[in-house]
């Protein structure tokens, strides 16, 4: 917050001289780098206009942050069916590298968990 504190003048001139198509990227750029929520209030409080680009970026950082868990969810389930796979062809003696092919597993996983 303290460093929004020093660059405040200028950003307030900035706004002033309507170069709007920069906010947006300013903003979402200063609500990605600062999770204060006391940064997002005082850039909301300087003008209506402004409050509105503000709560547009942090939609935007939401929806990226949920796009990620997504991700990382399907990722690490994927990963799990893999193990799950490999385990089963480990108890049915199936050669690791016939694993590593069916799996993508690395060498060092599937030794791991056999």
């Known amino acids: 917050m ?4 020093r660059i405040y003048p200028i950003f307030i ?8 198509p920069y906010h947006d ?3 979402y750029y200063i609500l990605s780098r600062d ?7 005082k850039i909301a409080s300087i003008h ?15 929806q990226e942050g949920e796009r990620m868990g997504v991700q990382k969810g399907r990722q690490e ?15 049915n003696g199936e050669p690791i590298d016939k694993i590593i092919s069916y799996t993508g597993l ?9």
């Open 2 to 5: 303290e460093w929004f504190k």
């Open 13 to 20: 001139k900035f706004f002033r001289k309507n170069n709007i």
């Open 25 to 27: 990227n300013l903003i």
């Open 35 to 41: 999770k204060d929520e006391k940064v997002v209030e």
């Open 48 to 62: 209506l206009t402004l409050k509105e680009i503000v709560m547009s970026a942090a939609e935007r950082l939401r």
């Open 77 to 91: 389930g994927e990963n799990s069916k893999a193990i799950a796979i490999a385990k089963s062809m480990l108890k």
């Open 106 to 114: 690395t060498k060092k996983i599937i030794r791991s968990i056999s």
